[in-house]
């Protein structure tokens, strides 16, 4: 009898083959990385080389010094250098929408796929429990999501070391960044994969499961606005809290999702 | 006689109000082919699917190959029976290797590798191990389907209208795969819509309709129809013989040309109509017993259970 992971390693395996033989569907995710990225470089390096005008007018300035208890590390740049420090880590928040789209999309597929494609009822007649069968579909966008999160992270990295001002780069590696990039952003990604999981169990198409994105991204989105209008950053202690508010959300859903996942229901209730 | 490998004791399912299978029961012994036909709706699926793990019944017991199935056990039953659901569900974008090594190990087959190549070279499909499941024929896909569900060697086999949708040849192939599983020793279930499919392959053929209404041999069922029909050819014309073979226990089904087809209640009125044309004049060239068909049969007691 093979035992549970190679049953989750199997059907993981399943799914990364399905994505290699059909990378299209990589594409949104990948052009999210852009989506995401772009907004902030432009404002950050192409911007000031186009206009010659300097990011660091007295307002920002103030700002970016209000935070150096927060952010010690601006107080070692140029004001220009802080400026875009600043408000490199206030964009920074945007990488968090890469998970979320990256894994709402592709776990939308996954499991709407094996509907479509009536292939589910075979797999429930092999000894897999409900369990297997969740994790083994999640893990594969759940590994995406987080490769193209890391992949945005790099883009960062390389635009900050190459074109951005001196040692601003260094501010990647702050506490808040990595929190972020290595805590906010998987907890974010097991929310929208565990959401577009238990959606997909009453949706026909990957679409209607993939809209629940507005829902998850829309928090994201005020918290970026209000950081602009605002103009300060969620600080270490923010994040924490909202990595605890994840995992409890997240516990919240694995729950749900064991009451969604019986065999009987995925068998009769699934169309 | 072989040992039961399935054994189904007042087997029940409910979903909600609705009864799906009720008081079934039947067992099905190693090297046997059980047909099991029924209208649509009338809960072959549902059996299926309680005999394969995949639904628990609400009363009765089932046990497959000596496990009894309980939600404990389930996980245990379905390593031991291969099911053939009624769409193939393979995953196009993979190869037909990809998809058969997938369940292997699903189901824990030790050297996988060997066991795919084995399968794919008993159901015919050698030839086109890499080829993506999604390009194969209707046909191919069904091989690649039963192949799936005999991955893990089950001694019993539930194959959910196997031939449904396919061409004649593709459809004899199936058949010829199924003798072969019987010769192998396995219980193999075929459910089916084609009376006659269910005729030529299965030892025995239970109809059911929620309920089962019968389960016996073809021949058995076939002859538990009362009485038959005759057809008696006429020199001259069929329709003016018509009211003289109505007499007595005699009912005329249809005239066509110079043929008259009578429905008779016993065996021993043939002598008596055949008697009473000759006396009558008419000049008889054929008289022809009709054994009453498993199609009638089937649909008498479907209607008789309303």
């Known amino acids: ?271 | 006689m072989s040992a039961d490998l399935v054994r189904a004791s007042s087997l029940s399912r409910r979903f909600d109000e609705r009864m799906a299978v009720a008081d079934l029961s039947f067992t099905l012994g190693a090297g046997e082919v059980l047909a099991l036909l029924g209208p649509n709706g009338a809960g072959k699926t549902t059996t299926f699917r309680i005999l394969a793990g995949l639904l628990l019944p609400t009363a009765g017991t089932v046990t497959i190959a000596g496990e009894p199935l309980t939600r404990d056990t389930a996980d245990a039953v379905r390593g031991r029976v291969g099911l053939l659901t009624e769409a193939p569900g393979l995953w196009d974008r993979l190869t037909v290797r990809h998809n058969l090594s997938t369940f292997a190990e699903l189901h824990g087959v030790e050297r996988p590798r060997q066991r795919v190549d084995e399968i794919m070279q008993a159901v015919g499909l050698s030839g086109r191990a890499e080829d993506r499941a999604g390009t194969l024929s209707k046909g191919l896909k069904q091989r690649v389907a039963i192949a799936r569900a005999l991955i893990h060697d089950p001694p019993v086999v539930l194959l959910d209208e196997p031939t449904a949708g396919l061409d004649p040849e593709s459809a004899r192939d199936v058949r010829d795969f199924v003798r072969t599983l019987r010769e192998q020793g396995r219980a193999v279930m075929v459910s089916t819509h084609n009376l006659a499919e269910a005729e030529e392959l299965a030892d025995r053929i239970a109809v059911m309709n929620t309920r089962l209404l019968a389960l016996d041999t073809p021949r058995s069922l076939r002859e538990r129809r009362r009485g038959g029909r005759v057809v008696v050819e006429l020199e001259g014309g069929a329709a003016q013989w018509a009211p003289l073979a109505a007499r007595g226990d005699h009912h005329v089904i249809d005239v066509e040309s110079d043929r008259l087809t009578v429905a008779i209640d016993a065996a021993h009125t043939v002598p008596d109509l055949v008697t009473a044309l000759a006396a009558g004049g008419a000049r008889i060239q054929r008289v022809t017993p009709e054994e009453p068909s498993l199609e009638e049969t089937y649909l008498e007691l479907v209607r008789q259970d309303g």
């Open chain 1, 1 to 271: 009898m093979a035992s549970s992971w190679s049953r989750i390693a199997a059907l993981t395996r399943k799914d990364v083959e399905e994505v290699r033989r059909q990378p299209g569907v990589l594409i949104p995710a990948v052009a999210m990385v852009a989506a995401v990225a772009s907004p902030g470089f432009l404002l950050l390096i192409v911007a000031p080389r186009f206009t010659g005008v300097a990011l660091a007018d007295p307002d920002l300035v103030a700002a970016a010094e209000s935070l150096s208890a927060q952010l010690p590390a601006l107080n070692n740049l140029t004001p220009e250098g802080r400026a875009q420090a600043f408000l490199l880590q206030q964009f920074l928040m945007f990488s968090l929408l890469v998970p979320i789209f990256a894994a709402l999309s592709l776990a939308a597929q996954a499991f709407v796929g094996e509907k479509q494609s009536k292939s589910l009822e075979p797999l429930l007649t092999t000894p897999i429990t409900v369990p297997e069968l969740l994790l083994g579909k999640v893990l594969t966008p759940l590994l995406l999501a987080l490769l193209l999160m890391a992949a945005t992270y790099l883009l960062h990295l390389v635009v900050m070391l190459t074109l951005g001002e001196a040692g601003v780069w260094r501010t990647l590696f702050l506490p808040r960044t990595l929190m972020l990039y290595l805590l906010i952003g998987p907890l974010v990604s097991v929310t929208a994969l565990l959401s577009a999981a238990i959606v997909s169990s009453r949706a026909n198409d990957a679409r209607s499961a993939q809209q629940l994105g507005g829902l998850i991204v829309l928090p994201l989105t005020g918290l970026f606005v209000a950081q602009l209008a605002g103009q300060f950053l969620v600080n270490t202690t923010a994040l924490a809290l909202t990595a605890a508010a994840l995992l409890i959300v997240n516990l919240g859903l694995v729950w749900l999702g064991v009451r969604v996942f019986q065999r009987e229901t995925i068998l009769l209730r699934w169309k």
